[in-house]
C-alpha cells in the first residue's frame, strides 16, 4: 500500500492550469514538512516547493510567482497549484510528507505533468 496517494497531473497547454494534490494513505502520527519534488528525463531531481507545519512557504526560483503550497494539518494533505505553465514544467511530480516524531520522509507514486500545444 503506498504511503501518500496524488493526484491531478495530466496534459495542458502551454500557460494553462494544474492543481495536484497529495493525501495520506497510512497512518501517520504527525507530519513536519510537506512538499513536490519533480524530475525530467536526463535531469536531476529538484525541490519544486515545500511548506512547514507552521504555514512557511519555499520555492524554487522559476516556479515564483506561478506555483501555490498549501497543506491542511488536520488532515495532512497538501496542495500545490500550479498557473501559467511552461514546458519546462514538464515532469513526473513526487509529493512527499515528513513525520515529526521519527524523521522519516514518505513519499507519493509520482504523476505525470505534460505542458505541450
Known amino acids: 500500500q503506498v504511503q501518500l496517494v496524488e493526484s491531478g497531473g495530466g496534459l495542458v497547454q502551454p500557460g494553462g492550469s494544474l492543481g495536484l494534490s497529495c493525501a495520506v494513505s497510512?497512518?501517520?502520527?504527525?507530519?513536519?514538512?510537506m512538499g513536490w519534488f519533480r524530475q525530467a528525463p536526463g535531469k536531476e531531481r529538484e525541490l519544486v516547493a515545500a511548506?512547514?507545519?507552521?504555514?512557511?512557504?519555499n520555492y524554487e526560483d522559476s516556479v515564483k510567482g506561478r506555483f501555490t503550497i498549501s497543506r491542511d494539518n488536520a488532515k495532512n494533505t497538501g496542495s500545490l497549484q500550479m498557473n501559467s505553465l511552461k514546458p519546462e514544467d514538464t515532469a513526473v511530480y513526487y509529493c512527499?510528507?515528513?513525520?515529526?516524531?521519527?524523521?522519516?520522509?514518505?513519499w507519493g507514486q509520482g504523476t505525470q505533468v505534460t505542458v505541450s500545444s
Open positions: 511548506i512547514s507545519s507552521g504555514g512557511w512557504r
Open positions: 497510512v497512518r501517520i502520527f504527525s507530519i513536519n514538512g
Open positions: 512527499y510528507a515528513d513525520e515529526g516524531a521519527t524523521a522519516r520522509r514518505y
